[in-house]
């Protein structure tokens, strides 16, 4: 299990690339060409309840997430780790969070792989 759940993370991160885009690019789509218009964008994840409730779940759980990331990559000296906070704000936090955790596995299972290896030797 431990080798499968990086890779399960990584799965996630393209498709939380991909999914949000295809959204993005309906709403770009529905726009008539005039750009990205963030205040309609916004205007719109607000239109109902619903909406505001999805949007403010994702705003505050993102933000503790991405106070998170940077806390335990400069921790655990998680290579990379940066681009995962990039991929948050422009990808998708869809995309970002699950990129980290990715990384953070892969470190994580370093750390193990070289516990191991110097359980015996002092200059370890």
């Known amino acids: 299990m431990r080798q499968v759940l990086p890779w399960t993370y990584l799965s996630l991160s393209v498709l ?3 999914l949000p885009w ?9 726009t008539s060409g005039s750009g990205f ?8 994840a607000n239109a109902t309840a619903a909406a505001q409730s999805l949007s403010r779940d994702l705003l505050i759980g ?4 991405v106070i998170w990331l940077i806390s335990e990559g400069k921790r655990l000296q998680v290579k990379g780790w940066p681009l995962s906070l990039v991929a948050c704000f ?4 869809a ?5 980290f955790l990715f990384l953070r596995e892969r470190r994580l299972i ?5 516990a191991k290896t110097c359980s015996g030797d002092s200059d370890c």
């Open 22 to 30: 295809q959204a993005n690019l309906n709403f770009l789509q529905s």
């Open 16 to 18: 939380g690339a991909i």
């Open 90 to 93: 422009s990808i998708s936090f």
């Open 95 to 99: 995309c970002g969070a699950p990129l």
């Open 62 to 65: 993102a933000s503790a997430i």
């Open 110 to 114: 370093e750390m193990e792989k070289s």
């Open 37 to 44: 218009d963030l205040g309609r964008f916004i205007a719109d």
